[in-house]
Nanobody, 122 residues
Framework: QVQLVESGGGLVQAGGSLRLSCAMS????????????MGWYRQAPGKQRELVAT???????NYGDSVKGRFTISRDNAKNTVYLQMNSLKVEDTAVYYC????????????WGQGTQVTVSS
């Protein structure tokens, strides 16, 4: 029903920046898709998946403690796209980053992207 297509991952040096994009595709209208809470999660090798950031339909944001002040989540409802601006990258930010769309009206339904690799070198 909702497909998430991610882009923007890659190799970057510590202290550098990357911007990840997640495009939503669906037969549903943009007005409906704008109701989803969007999020970014990440998973490093051998570790649990952790919250990076979320953004609601009315632009309320939430960040994981390890990325506060460095990462910014935003969305463009007209383009059905969510972004993650990543600044001051650290080696420990290296992980696979996953896009998430959560429907939370009446019931909770989650959609996930395939993940995009971010590697930060020292």
């Amino acid at each position: 029903q909702v497909q998430l297509v991610e882009s923007g991952g890659g190799l970057v040096q510590a202290g550098g920046s990357l911007r990840l994009s997640c495009a939503m595709s669906s037969t549903m209208s943009s007005s409906v898709l704008s109701l989803y809470t969007m999020g970014w999660y990440r998973q490093a090798p051998g570790k649990q998946r952790e919250l990076v950031a979320t953004i609601t339909k009315d632009a309320s944001t939430n960040y994981g403690d390890s990325v506060k002040g460095r990462f910014t989540i935003s969305r463009d409802n007209a383009k059905n796209t969510v972004y993650l601006q990543m600044n001051s990258l650290k080696v420990e930010d290296t992980a696979v980053y996953y896009c998430n769309a959560r429907w939370a009206i009446i019931k909770v339904v989650d959609y996930w992207g395939q993940g995009t690799q971010v590697t930060v070198s020292s």
